[in-house]
């Protein structure tokens, strides 16, 4: 039996209680027992709530107590410091979010949470019938203040409703939604245009989830770089890895929470299903077993700042490839890609730079000219599989129009699927003959290789593999050799200088 703590401790817990989340958790939730991660969380937690305009994502495994810490003690604690703070709080499903809520409900009820926070009330029965305050699962307002909480899944009407806390837990139910290339573009368009749209001045998010796939919710935002403001990520993988994060004390194989399941049990879930464990439990879809090269492929030996970038005239060759999308089987999502490779001629590397944009393909044809005219290159290969021969023909037509010159294009007909195509970059990986600049373009090239083949997107490495070939194919070969037919595909109208 737990010994009774004197009246002088227990003030002082009561008053930490008011102000932090793992004191107010204990207080509220006696039967609690935190491991040394919970009380890192909620030290994570407790200044992500003091710092306005905070983003914070937390990843962690199935059946760790996120839930308990996050939606359910956090937003009690922040109606209970702020009664006039508005809070949007969404999960998988309206059922799973109206859980939550009704648990909150019954946490500012209780006797413990009424001694800390004895002003905070929740409307009663007959106020809810006078329609003065609001009281339903899925929305309840606090008494004699603004405060409220709505609870909605993902997908869900927010419309009119704003907040100063967001907080998302679990946007994927299922591995078959984490799957679907559909529900995941509808988890970040609902994101991006009902969330983030409902923010108050100086918001806090939080996003919480145990990862599912590279394209989740969390791999989208990341994947922005800063473009909806920092984010600060936590991740705490079941079993400890060789390089653990600053706050991370375990050693390499050490389980997380050992009381919930042990480092051997966890173990046994890797042998049985070793791509979904990487994702799952380790928070880490990029090692999931779907992709096609490891991670040792992309050391910082691969990036070339602007200041070592080689001038042009000691590239010894330079091609540039056009890969314009919007064919029938695109999506409209997906990226037109202009990526152009230079064989540097004293180190025989492959020098690497890319422009990708979602855009109409007259906008791809503008940029490529513009490129054509700033880099010169020895060749310019086009995909011309489908829509993208005309694409080709006008590419000459307003070169010819503009610089009265012929353009060196390679017309290139795909007959590989793609997925073995890009899969000849591998040696070029392996051998570390490659280098990308340090520009979006190739940044996003790099990733989209990394992610390769289970990304939504490869629109850079296949025309990152189109430009190579083109490269190995006709660099070693003198032009004027080749006799040149305008309007072929299989020869090449340049001859391009040593």
């Known amino acids: 039996m737990k010994k009774p703590i004197g009246p002088y401790l227990r003030e002082l817990w009561r008053r930490r209680a008011r102000q932090e989340l793992l004191p107010f958790t204990c207080w509220t939730f006696p039967e609690y027992r935190p491991w040394w991660y919970h009380r890192v969380l909620a030290a994570r937690l407790d200044r992500w709530a003091a710092t306005p305009g905070s983003r914070l994502i937390v990843c962690l495994p199935p059946r760790h107590g996120k839930t308990e810490l996050i939606s359910r003690r956090l937003p009690a604690l922040l109606l209970g410091q702020n009664p006039d703070a508005r809070i949007i709080m969404a999960a998988h499903t309206a059922a799973l979010a109206e859980a939550n809520s009704r648990d909150i409900q019954r946490i500012i009820e209780s006797p413990s949470y009424g001694e800390l926070f004895p002003h905070v009330r929740l409307p009663r029965p007959g106020l809810r019938s006078q329609g003065r305050y609001k009281r339903t699962d899925e929305h309840f307002e606090l008494v004699g203040r603004a405060g409220y909480l709505r609870a909605v899944g993902v997908g869900g009407a927010i419309t009119g409703f704003g907040f100063d806390y967001g907080i998302i837990d679990d946007p994927v139910k299922s591995a078959e939604e984490a799957q679907s290339a559909v529900f995941r573009e509808r988890v970040w368009e609902w994101f991006l245009r009902d969330f983030w749209t409902r923010r108050a001045a100086g918001a806090r998010v939080l996003v919480v989830m145990t990862r599912w796939h590279l394209e989740d919710l969390v791999g989208r935002i990341l994947s922005l770089e800063g473009q909806l403001g920092q984010w600060e990520a936590i991740r705490l993988p079941a079993l400890a890895e060789n390089n653990p994060a600053e706050y991370d004390p375990r050693r390499p194989g050490e389980a997380l929470w050992p009381e919930l399941i042990s480092a051997e049990e966890l173990r046994e879930i890797q042998r049985a299903d070793p791509g979904g464990f990487a994702a799952l ?103 011309t599989n489908q829509f993208q021969v005309l694409f080709a023909q006008e590419l000459e037509r307003r070169a010819k129009q503009g610089w009265q010159v012929q353009l060196p294009i390679v017309h290139i007909t795909n007959y590989f699927p793609k997925l073995l195509r890009i899969r000849r970059l591998g040696p070029w990986l392996a051998n570390r003959e490659l280098r990308f600049a340090e520009t979006a373009g190739a940044k996003l090239v790099v990733e989209q290789l990394r992610q390769f083949p289970q990304g939504q997107h490869d629109d850079g490495p296949d025309a990152l593999e189109m430009a190579l070939r083109v490269l190995t194919e006709h660099a070693p070969r003198r032009v004027e050799t080749l006799q040149y037919r305008p309007g072929s595909r299989f020869s090449i109208p340049f001859e391009w200088g040593r």
């Open 281 to 383: 439990y380790q928070q880490s879809p990029t090692e999931a077993g779907g992709v096609e090269w490891p991670p040792e492929y992309f050391g910082p030996w691969l990036w070339v700042p602007h200041e070592e970038w080689p001038d042009r005239k000691h590239f010894s060759a330079l091609v540039m490839a056009i890969d314009p999308s919007r064919g029938r089987e695109d999506a409209a999502s997906d990226y037109a890609a202009i990526v152009w490779v230079g064989l540097e001629q004293k180190t025989g590397l492959i020098y690497v730079d890319a422009d990708l944009a979602v855009r109409p393909p007259m906008a791809t044809l503008d940029q490529a000219l513009d490129l054509w005219d700033r880099l010169r290159p020895d060749f310019v290969a086009v995909e």
